[in-house]
Nanobody, 120 residues
């Protein structure tokens, strides 16, 4: 089994920055994709960013130019650097990962979620 532990959420003022971290642990052979989703009050959950094992990134349009997703394969960790934060970025952010276990089985795992609040 794979567990994801998130950290870095909190309260920040508009225009501020925050960096989220998510570390995966378990019998992991490889992680193909890691990413971040978010769910704001009254809104559907949406993809924020993903990064593949090859380093290819994708972002939802609303965060392009402001957010950067990176990964450290040695630590099985994904990061989300969030700059120029806006009130509409307020949401619970969920880390996720997909890959292969050491027994060759596929896995999909989700973090517990971390609250990001952007407010004056």
């Amino acid at each position: 089994q794979v567990q994801l532990v998130e950290s870095g959420g909190g309260l920040v003022q508009p225009g501020g920055s925050l960096k989220l971290s998510c570390a995966a642990s378990g019998r992991i052979f490889s992680i193909d994709v890691m990413g971040w989703d978010r769910q704001a009050p009254g809104k559907q959950r949406e993809l924020v960013a993903t990064i593949t094992s090859g380093g290819t990134t994708n972002y939802v349009e609303s965060v392009k130019g402001r957010f950067t997703i990176t990964r450290d394969d040695a630590k099985n960790t994904v990061y989300l650097q969030m700059n120029s934060l806006k009130p509409e970025d307020t949401a619970v952010y969920y880390c996720n990962a997909r890959g292969i276990l050491k027994d060759a089985a596929d896995f999909v795992s989700w973090g517990q979620g971390t609250q990001v609040t952007v407010s004056s």
